[in-house]
């Protein structure tokens, strides 16, 4: 069984950099195929798709993130991480992890509020 957990600080000051960390078991992230993304929810809004890490170690990024955001990974510890930098009042949400060929598994999510 596939299971993700988010971690990171869910207080960040604005202007500053988000950094969440997704640990991942029951399945390697090399594994062939498999991408892991990162996804948010906006209060009151829908899912909007941040980036990719490949099964392979390359990133892609939604173009309208691409500037600010980072994905990154830890093969010997099976995780990967984003890092948001320059939050601003419209980057609060809950972040979710999710992996898999399609968006198989997805982690509970953690919320994160910016501070001015």
């Known amino acids: 069984q596939v299971q993700l957990q988010e971690s990171g600080p869910g207080l960040v000051k604005s202007s500053q950099t988000l950094s969440l960390t997704c640990t991942v078991s029951g399945d390697s992230i090399t594994t062939n195929f498999y991408y892991w993304n990162w996804i948010r929810q906006p209060p009151g809004k829908g899912l909007e798709w941040i980036g990719y890490?490949?099964?392979?170690?390359?990133?892609y990024y939604s173009p309208s993130l691409k500037s600010r955001a980072s994905i990154s990974r830890d093969t010997s510890k099976n995780q990967f991480t984003l890092q948001l930098s320059s939050v601003t009042p419209e980057d609060p949400a809950v972040y979710y992890c999710?992996?898999?060929?399609?968006?198989?598994?997805w982690g509970q999510g953690t919320q994160v509020t910016v501070s001015s």
């Open positions: 890490i490949s099964y392979s170690g390359d990133p």
């Open positions: 999710v992996g898999g060929a399609a968006y198989d598994y």
